[in-house]
């Protein structure tokens, strides 16, 4: 989760292994797809990374490059995109850059069909490496268009709340370097 000027290089070593964890060893997501948003993932999938950086074209006609932790659709029964972020502790800016990441995601692999722009919000996740009593258990996204009120979840997981013995029960092996 890095938002730059264009020209300036930003980085964590948090998001540096989270990456290195999801490129070199995609199948360790899965698992903790089934349990951020039930899935039902056995690990026979295609994970498909997309690009995680994007251009955005900003009031005063300057763009910002963000870079997103991770943006992949995982092909089984039906193909499902997803954007899931790793952060150290909560911060207010949280929402506003998983809003700004979920729509230029949807804008980049959206479709014009004749006068429609069809658009699909990936499902979006949070993972927090350290947590408070403050921090979120659940968080939501919520728009006001002129068809309506659209809401999405913006899917919580916490380290802190897994056990060793948790995480090898469950399989969420890729919580195993943040663990420690």
Do not use: W
């Not at 997309?50 to 763009?63: A, R």
């Not at 991770?70 to 899931?84: C, H, I, N, Q, T």
């Not at 927090?128 to 009120?149: C, H, N, Q, V, Y």
């Amino acid at each position: 989760m890095e938002q730059e000027k264009i020209g300036s290089a930003v980085g964590t070593p948090y998001d540096d292994v989270f990456r290195t964890l999801l490129n070199d060893c995609s199948g360790l997501v899965l698992p903790v797809l089934n349990e951020l948003f039930g899935e039902k993932y056995t690990g026979e999938e295609k994970i498909v990374f997309s690009k995680n950086e994007h251009f955005l074209n900003q009031q005063d006609g300057n763009e910002t490059r963000i870079v997103t932790d991770s943006s992949f659709a995982v092909y089984g029964d039906e193909e499902k995109s997803y954007l899931f972020e790793c952060q150290s502790t909560a911060d207010n800016s949280m929402l506003v850059r998983i809003f700004e990441y979920s729509t230029q995601i949807a804008l980049d692999e959206g479709k014009v069909e004749g006068n429609i722009l069809n658009v699909k919000i990936p499902r979006s996740a949070i993972l927090f490496l350290r947590s408070t009593s403050s921090t979120p258990d659940a968080m939501k996204i919520r728009m006001e268009t002129p068809g309506g009120t659209v809401c999405f979840d913006v899917m919580v997981m916490k380290v802190k709340q897994y056990s060793i013995e948790e995480i090898f029960d469950k399989s969420l092996l890729l919580l195993i370097p943040f663990y420690i």
